[in-house]
């Protein structure tokens, strides 16, 4: 039986939260067979950006925090990738994993795969399409960075497929022999283990926040294109708060800092008068379990976010995608999320027809068992002792 050294790499809020997964698995599953050590590169930094979940997801404190902070996405990730260098070189790990798409995602994967150590990448394969979108390159690089990948919804896989990664290629993996693996979500095995945990621990939730269960709607806006753009985050909120009003109903906006600091200075009139309705709640982020009480409990999500659209999924709940693309093409064509852009006519058109028909939806299960982080990590040590 092998041992060996890994570096989980985060930076970015949900990547805190997928690493929880792959911590939980190690403790529960392989204790005394891997060796964690986790490096933080500081990408969020604000306390409910990023120790709030250390602290009630359970993770160990990071190992390092590179202590990166904001910047242009060119500094920022020089900033990580010697950061990264340096510990590479000194903890010298048997491999490296990353999650998802951030700009930590793309350092941790330079630095390791110019170093030859081996990357692992958990949530590869996803594709915009749609390369002005930061993201995506930060995907293709990892992608074709890595040894181990694992996709977690089967379009991701045939994305992979389409860029010539070959299921069939058997050990040993390298960087030039890369395996690739369909796993499911490790975001599911997390909802599916925090729910429950949400409910009993967070018991005063919905009084503090003055909230009725199942009569609101939760909003979260942070991609660069809709707060970046103010017309488009203008036309945006405008149609919300007019389609709240219309319904009477409460809409719930954990908003990203990003989005906040983009109101105050270039929508500083809306942001005072959404302030000041009764329908809108503005709060500031929240918790995980905060996050899963307020996505099971909501009516509809309304959001422009990767991990909430999946969520919203996962907690049968139906989804506006703030966004002209998505990546999780499963939940379009499934019909429980429509893509409106940022668009007045279609978001007011498919917020009605959803509003409408919320008892006709259908949610299967896409995302796996509940078990992928298992699953991968007993992949990850099977390649040690081939
Ligand atoms: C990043 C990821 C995005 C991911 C998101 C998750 C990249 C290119 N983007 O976007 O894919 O969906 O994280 O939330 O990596 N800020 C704070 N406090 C913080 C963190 C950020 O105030 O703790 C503000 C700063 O004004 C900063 C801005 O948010 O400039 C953007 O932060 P950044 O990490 O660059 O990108 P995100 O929009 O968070
Ligand atoms: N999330 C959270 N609190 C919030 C908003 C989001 O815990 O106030 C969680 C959410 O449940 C999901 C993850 O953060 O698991 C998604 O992160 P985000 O929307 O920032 O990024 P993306 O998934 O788009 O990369």
């Given amino acids: 039986m092998s041992h060996i050294k890994l570096l989980n790499i985060v930076g970015a809020r949900p990547q805190i939260i997928k690493a929880s997964a792959i911590s939980r ?20 930094y604000d306390k409910e950006m990023s120790d709030v979940f250390f602290e009630e997801l359970e993770i160990n404190k990071p190992d390092y925090n590179l202590g990166v902070g904001s910047a242009s996405h060119g500094r920022q990730t020089s900033l990580m990738i010697s950061g990264i260098e340096d510990i590479l070189i000194k903890e010298k790990p048997d491999c490296i994993i990353l999650y998802g798409d951030t700009n930590s995602t793309l350092a941790a994967a330079i630095a390791a795969s110019k170093l030859h ?12 399409f749609n390369k002005t979108m930061p993201e995506e390159l930060n995907r293709i690089v990892s992608d074709h960075s890595s040894t181990l990948l694992f996709a977690p919804t089967h379009a991701a896989f045939k994305n992979l497929m389409n860029e010539g990664f070959r299921p069939e290629n058997s050990p040993p993996y390298t960087i030039d022999n890369p395996k690739i693996y369909l796993t499911g979500d490790i975001m599911y095995d997390n909802s599916k283990f925090f ?39 203008n036309d945006i909120l405008i ?96 019909g429980t999320a429509r893509l409106v852009d940022a668009d007045p006519v279609k978001i007011t058109d498919e917020f009605n027809n959803m509003y409408d028909s919320l008892s006709m939806l259908e949610y299967p299960g896409f995302y796996g068992d509940g078990k992928a982080a298992e699953f991968i990590l007993k992949e990850v040590l099977l390649m040690f002792e081939n």
């Fill in 25 to 44: 698995a190690i403790k529960k599953h392989y204790f005394g067979q891997i060796t964690e050590i986790i490096v933080h590169t500081g990408q969020h």
């Fill in 117 to 128: 150590f081996p990357v692992i990448h958990i949530e590869a394969g996803l594709r915009s």
């Fill in 195 to 233: 729910a429950a945990l949400a409910e009993k621990k967070k018991t005063d939730f919905f009084d503090n926040l003055r909230l009725e269960r199942d009569n609101y709607i939760l909003v979260t806006i942070h991609r660069d294109t809709n707060t970046d753009d103010f017309e488009r985050l």
């Fill in 239 to 334: 149609t919300l708060e007019s389609l709240a009003k219309e319904r009477n109903i409460t809409l719930v906006m954990p908003l990203h800092p990003r989005t906040i600091v983009s109101l105050k200075k270039n929508l500083y009139g809306l942001y005072c008068e959404l302030f000041g309705s009764k329908l809108i709640k503005i709060i500031p982020p929240v918790s995980f379990l905060e996050m899963i009480l307020l996505e099971k409990n909501s009516r509809m999500i309304i959001t422009d976010s990767g991990g909430v659209q999946k969520e919203s999924h996962f907690f049968k709940r139906p989804c506006l995608v703030l966004r002209r693309e998505t990546e999780w093409v499963e939940l379009v064509n499934n």
